[in-house]
């Protein structure tokens, strides 16, 4: 299937696709160091 590449309409999608796949992301990469960050304090307090 052929994309008119100049039209609105892929504009809105290529911009939907982007915006998604970078919040993905950057919410992965915030929450990996956190989670990795808890596991001392949570083996200390056992």
Known sequence: MAFNKNSN??????AIIMVVLVGAILAYTSLVPQ???RRP???RRR
């Open 9 to 14: 309409g892929y504009t809105f999608l290529f």
């Open 35 to 37: 989670a990795a960050s």
């Open 41 to 43: 304090m949570l083996q």
